[in-house]
């Protein structure tokens, strides 16, 4: 046996969290969004989910005998989802504001129109979405007390 002890040690790598981090946000101010997509398959009227809306993109599916007519949840809940994801990214409890917004685009892939009722508390400026058409849409919180979203079709 020799004075030195040899053997062939593993290969292993680091990754640098704070180098993932840059290259993230490098990535965000490029302008490039890919939000996640909530794809909803139906051939009859749907409620979308608080957490559907605030994906960012609505692509509307199905095989309709005519128009349909999708709601949107109500300001209440889509606010209390906002402050739920905003808790979630921070860590620690954040209220939403008068003046906080999030873009949303719903894209309509049905062979039909598709209309739109308000969930309580939304205050909407479209009605109707043509088959193969998209709206690009901002939503804004006007209130908190009553809760109300100002829904704007862009």
Known sequence: MSFYNTQTLPNFTVKDPVLKITQNLLALQSGIVQPVIS?????????????????????????????????????????????????????????????????????????NDVEFNSGVGINNTFSTLNSGDAYRAQLIVTNLSPATIYLDNL
């Open 39 to 111: 794809t909803i398959n139906s051939n009859v009227n749907v409620t979308y989910t608080a957490q559907q809306v605030l994906n960012g993109s609505i692509v509307r599916t199905g095989t309709t005998a005519g128009t349909v007519t999708d709601t949107f949840p109500t300001a209440a809940e889509i606010i209390s989802e906002m402050e739920h994801i905003l808790t979630k990214i921070k860590g620690y409890p954040v209220g939403v504001v008068v003046g906080d917004n999030f873009p949303l685009i719903i894209v309509n892939n049905t062979n």
